[in-house]
């Protein structure tokens, strides 16, 4: 399965930056319809529109220790499979904040060939993207 890790480091305490996380005005695009921040148990369904097609990925919160991890898991959406571990962890002068994403697409080789081509890109700069917006919100609350 594809894995994409991306690591960002942010001049703030990690629970602030597990509860922006956790935050919809923080979420590129089109924020999640739910009121609050989401926790454990919870479903939630972000949508979006890539390559020119409406998309909709409903997941649900699996894992919350706050502040150091939470992970969900879609539950409706294009994959075959889509799981999101967010974690945080304590450094000098502030927090590592760890994305793991690991999905399977369907199509078998055709699914594995847009995974290379465009998918791994895609969810590389739209998780990069929410990242730098919450660097730059958690910073500046510092």
Same mark, same amino acid.
């Given at each position: 399965?594809?894995?994409?890790?991306?690591?960002?480091?942010?001049?703030?305490?990690?629970?602030?930056?597990?509860?922006?996380?956790?935050? *919809?005005?923080?979420?590129? $695009? #089109? %924020?999640?319809?739910?009121?609050? &921040?989401?926790?454990? /148990?919870?479903?939630?369904? =972000?949508?979006?529109?890539?390559?020119?097609?409406?998309?909709?990925?409903?997941? *649900?919160?699996?894992?919350? $220790? #706050? %502040?150091?991890?939470?992970?969900? &898991?879609?539950?409706? /959406?294009?994959?075959?499979? =889509?799981?999101?571990?967010?974690?945080?962890?304590?450094?000098?002068?502030?927090?590592?904040?760890?994305?793991?994403?690991?999905?399977?697409?369907?199509?078998?080789?055709?699914?594995?060939?847009?995974?290379?081509? =465009?998918?791994?890109?895609?969810?590389?700069?739209?998780?990069?993207?929410?990242?730098?917006?919450?660097?730059?919100?958690?910073?500046?609350?510092?």
């Amino acid at each position: 399965m594809p894995t994409i890790v991306l690591e960002t480091l942010i001049h703030a305490r990690a629970e602030e930056c597990f509860d922006l996380v956790r935050d *919809k005005r923080i979420q590129t $695009e #089109r %924020p999640p319809a739910i009121f609050g &921040e989401f926790g454990i /148990g919870q479903t939630v369904t =972000f949508k979006s529109k890539n390559f020119g097609l409406d998309q909709s990925l409903t997941v *649900k919160v699996t894992e919350f $220790e #706050r %502040p150091t991890i939470f992970a969900d &898991e879609m539950t409706e /959406g294009s994959f075959r499979s =889509f799981r999101h571990i967010h974690e945080f962890l304590f450094v000098e002068n502030g927090t590592l904040m760890r994305d793991t994403l690991v999905w399977e697409t369907p199509f078998g080789i055709i699914g594995r060939i847009v995974d290379k081509l =465009f998918l791994e890109r895609h969810l590389t700069d739209l998780v990069s993207t929410r990242n730098a917006k919450l660097k730059q919100i958690a910073e500046d609350r510092a």
